[in-house]
């Protein structure tokens, strides 16, 4: 789909959005449209590549004629004639000049050939970055509301805890001591929960940064996605992709290549340069005393003009050796992005087998907990297990639960950082993570509900 097309049914997203109830949810595809039409670090960068793409014509116009006018007029005062005599003289001149043999034009227009790539190149890479960054705020929300659920369960067994240990101690069955205890563990229970609520209300405000409308749910993951290893299954062929595809490492490559023909240009100062000049001089001057008869004055004039340089301080040989330096620099930053796009895949493809593994192990925690609670709730049935210990074996399932979405996320967020690396991140990628979400606000977990956000 064309960028502009993109931009008109963002911009229609973010019309739509000011006329939507107050319990509006969004899916992270329509949250990327509307960012693709509101974020002012990606629409800085598309403003940038449209600045960069006018280096090719103006360096194109150095190879051009140029062409200027220049009126005048001239006002003469002679005293010392009797009489004397006052006039004004008008006249133009055109000036037309071709650059015939200028070394140094021809190689900044390639350099502004590279210029031009690099834009297109780093638009590119700031629509890769914006999926990266919308996607991992996106989960990151999720992820602490995932907290929530669980500190809000925290607190509510450390309230029971407390609850029975101040009527154990009416009664006489326990010291203060267990009251106290009991009461610093709900406390602690209690400031969790404000620090988890304070870390939603901030994941979401970055989240508006971005997209630039307010929102009051998310759709959350489904609770069964498939994990599928990166293909192909050898982490070579995505470090080679990488050094081929990776954008980071093409920009750096264009600027080695500018710093390249920044030694030629400067060698250049060495050559004689050509041009051809052509001009028309005319000029009036009206009847005077002395002149009766008005004159016109016609000079035409073609030339061609060879600069030669012979010796400018040694500014020329200074600067070819400021661009050898440059293009070390360069090359060094070449090699920077080399092995750190090599490492970053690496760590990436890694990362994504080290989540697959994670999040099959916390399966297994998850159904381990559920089980284990299913255990003590039947022992409380028959008066073996108190009602402290269901709560506490509640609190296990959902912090298995809790890390076991975490580790989902993390998959799905390798997934997008491997194939950032690999040069192949568009779009379409976002496309599949939406469709692993929920889309029925009927069918979301109780804590994703936009009522439930912030509820007590």
């Not at 559920?370 to 039947?378: E, F, G, I, K, M």
Request: hydrophobic share 40%; with cysteine.
């Amino acid at each position: 789909m064309p960028t502009q097309n993109k931009k008109q049914i963002g911009l229609l997203l973010a019309w739509l959005s000011c006329f939507s109830a107050p319990t509006q949810a969004e899916d992270l595809l329509t949250l990327y449209h509307l960012a693709l039409a509101n974020d002012p670090t990606f629409l800085a960068s598309e403003a940038e590549m449209r600045a960069t793409n006018e280096v090719v014509p103006q360096a194109f116009s150095r190879l051009l004629p140029s062409a200027q006018v220049t009126l005048s007029t001239t006002a003469h005062d002679y005293d010392l004639l009797i009489p004397k005599s006052r006039f004004n003289t008008h006249g133009y001149t055109v000036n037309l000049t071709q650059p015939i043999f200028h070394p140094d034009y021809f190689s900044q227009l390639k350099q502004a050939s590279h210029q031009k790539q690099i834009g297109v190149i780093s638009y590119a890479l700031k629509k890769q970055q914006l999926i990266l960054r919308i996607s991992q705020i996106y989960f990151d929300l999720l992820a602490s509301l995932d907290d929530l659920r669980f500190a809000k369960s925290q607190r509510t067994v450390f309230t029971k805890e407390l609850e029975q240990a101040q009527q154990r101690f009416e009664v006489g069955l326990v010291a203060i001591t267990e009251v106290h205890e009991a009461k610093a563990k709900r406390d602690l229970a209690l400031a969790r929960e404000v620090s988890t609520k304070n870390t939603v209300a901030n994941n979401k405000e970055k989240l508006i940064e971005i997209v630039g409308v307010d929102f009051q749910g998310l759709a959350p993951l489904q609770k069964e996605i498939t994990f599928h290893k990166p293909l192909p299954e050898d982490k070579n062929i995505w470090v080679q992709a990488a050094l081929k595809h990776n954008l980071e490492l093409q920009i750096a490559q264009k600027n080695s290549a500018i710093a390249k023909y920044d030694i030629f240009n400067a060698r250049f100062g060495h050559l004689p340069t050509v041009d051809l000049q052509a001009s028309k001089d005319k000029s009036k001057v009206p009847p005077t005393s002395f002149l009766p008869d008005k004159e016109v004055f016609t000079n035409n004039t073609v030339s061609l003009n060879v600069t030669v340089p012979l010796f400018q301080g040694g500014a020329i040989v200074s600067k070819t050796r400021q661009a050898s330096a440059k293009l070390d620099q360069a090359n060094r930053e070449v090699d920077l992005q080399v092995r750190t796009r090599s490492s970053k895949t690496s760590q990436a493809y890694r990362s994504i087998h080290s989540s697959i593994s994670e999040a099959h192990a916390l399966s297994q925690a998850v159904i381990s907990n559920q089980s284990a609670l299913s255990a003590v709730r039947a022992a409380y049935e028959v008066g073996t297990r108190t009602i402290l210990e269901v709560l506490a074996a509640e609190t296990d399932v959902l912090s298995a639960q809790r890390d076991f979405s975490k580790a989902r996320y993390k998959y799905v967020i390798e997934g997008l950082n491997l194939k950032s690396e690999s040069g192949s991140l568009n779009e379409e990628d976002m496309i599949q993570i939406n469709q692993l979400l929920i889309q029925n606000i009927s069918s979301w977990p109780e804590q994703y509900l936009p009522v439930n956000y912030f509820s007590e």
